[in-house]
C-alpha cells in the first residue's frame, strides 16, 4: 500500500505564491514520475506538471513560467512551487505518482487533494 499527503494549499491574493508539497510512503520500491493535477468547479482534472526522476520536469503551457515542479528524490517527496497566482488558478490540486512497488509491479496513486483558491 502507497499514500500520497500533500500540503500547503490555501487563499492567497492574486499575485502572490504558495508551495505545495506531496510526500509517498508505503511499500515503495521505487517511484518513477511524480505530478500535479488541479480541476476546478465544473471541469475536468488537467495535467500541471510532472517530474522524472527528479531531473526531467515538464510544465503546462498554462503555467510555464509562473510554477515550478521539483523533487526530493531521497524522500520520496514532490514540490510545485506557484508563483504569480491567477484568480483562475484556484482548483483542488492532487498528486499523482506512479510508483513501483516492492514486488516489482508499477501503480498509479493519488492523493486527496489540497484546495487552491486565488482571490481577485
Known amino acids: 500500500q502507497v499514500q500520497l499527503v500533500e500540503s500547503g494549499g490555501g487563499l492567497v491574493q492574486a499575485g502572490g505564491s504558495l508551495r505545495l508539497s506531496c510526500a509517498a510512503s508505503g511499500s515503495i520500491f521505487r517511484v518513477n514520475v511524480m505530478a500535479w493535477y488541479r480541476q476546478a468547479p465544473g471541469n475536468e482534472r488537467e495535467w500541471v506538471a510532472s517530474?522524472?526522476?527528479?531531473?526531467?520536469?515538464n510544465h503546462a503551457d498554462s503555467v510555464k513560467g509562473r510554477f515550478t515542479i521539483s523533487r526530493d528524490g531521497a524522500e520520496n517527496t514532490v514540490y510545485l512551487q506557484m508563483n504569480s497566482l491567477k484568480p483562475e488558478d484556484t482548483a483542488v490540486y492532487y498528486c499523482n505518482a506512479v510508483v513501483q512497488v516492492v514486488g516489482g509491479q508499477s501503480f498509479s496513486y493519488w492523493g486527496q487533494g489540497t484546495q487552491v483558491t486565488v482571490s481577485s
Open positions: 517530474v522524472i526522476s527528479g531531473r526531467d520536469t
